[in-house]
T-cell receptor, first 115, second 115 residues
Framework: EAQVTQNPRYLITVTGKKLTVTCSQN?????MSWYRQDPGLGLRQIYYSMNVEVTDKGDVPEGYKVSRKEKRNFPLILESPSPNQTSLYFC??????????????FGPGTRLTVL | AQSVTQPDIHITVSEGASLELRCNYS??????LFWYVQSPGQGLQLLLK??????LVQGIKGFEAEFKRSQSSFNLRKPSVHWSDAAEYFC?????????????FGKGTRLHILP
């Protein structure tokens, strides 16, 4: 089954404790992206990757890091989480570098709470 | 850069009634336009998309949308809603001529269904 998986689905942590949210897709997609969803703000892009070893900042990259060492994986790293990073996070992937033409496939989301 | 506006944060309709969700975009040329649905606790799923050609687009789950260039709109419609349509709906716009090739999501419209 074609899918995007994220882990964990729920996470409660404390300020400053490094964490990683994993994302994996099995569709051989080139393009992957991370979004955060906050009430009243919709989805905002954090980082995206056009292909392996190619990543770039989205609209709200501060406090986040990503890596793309393999095509299927695109982990989101919070080196020192803060309460304002409490949010619902989505990973998405789409085929080909010209991603805006293509449907994005979304993971189920990770709800993060930073105390 | 492109932008997208969903004027209605919440919409409530009775089951069996017709539905129209509004979406307005700003872009200098013909954009790529999408509607996604997010059911409770799930990721986003593509309902339909418009790139060119026929301005009335059919999607999944009985939805359709009409691209109106003169009004810069891409409203989503359904003739008769079902209780299972209760969800959050996101309009998104992609800009074919933008170098960074990004999709911008609206802030979403939450649809409530009255029995």
């Amino acid at each position: 089954e074609a899918q995007v998986t994220q882990n964990p689905r729920y996470l409660i942590t404390v300020t400053g404790k490094k964490l990683t949210v994993t994302c994996s897709q099995n569709m051989n997609h080139e393009y992957m992206s991370w979004y955060r969803q906050d009430p009243g703000l919709g989805l905002r892009q954090i980082y995206y990757s056009m292909n392996v070893e190619v990543t770039d900042k989205g609209d709200v990259p501060e406090g986040y890091k990503v890596s793309r060492k393999e095509k299927r994986n695109f982990p989101l790293i919070l080196e020192s989480p803060s309460p304002n990073q409490t949010s619902l996070y989505f990973c998405a992937s789409s085929d080909q570098a010209l991603h805006s033409y293509n449907e994005q496939f979304f993971g189920p989301g990770t709800r993060l709470t930073v105390l | 850069a492109q932008s997208v506006t969903q004027p209605d944060i919440h919409i409530t309709v009775s089951e069996g009634a017709s539905l129209e969700l509004r979406c307005n975009y700003s872009y200098g040329a013909t954009p790529y336009l999408f509607w996604y649905v997010q059911s409770p606790g799930q990721g986003l799923q593509l309902l339909l998309k418009y790139f060119s050609g026929d301005t009335l687009v059919q999607g999944i789950k009985g939805f359709e949308a009409e691209f109106k260039r003169s009004q810069s709109s891409f409203n989503l419609r359904k003739p008769s809603v079902h209780w299972s349509d209760a969800a959050e709906y996101f309009c998104a716009v992609g800009a074919p001529q933008n170098r960074d090739d990004k999709i911008i999501f609206g802030k979403g419209t939450r649809l409530h269904i009255l029995p």
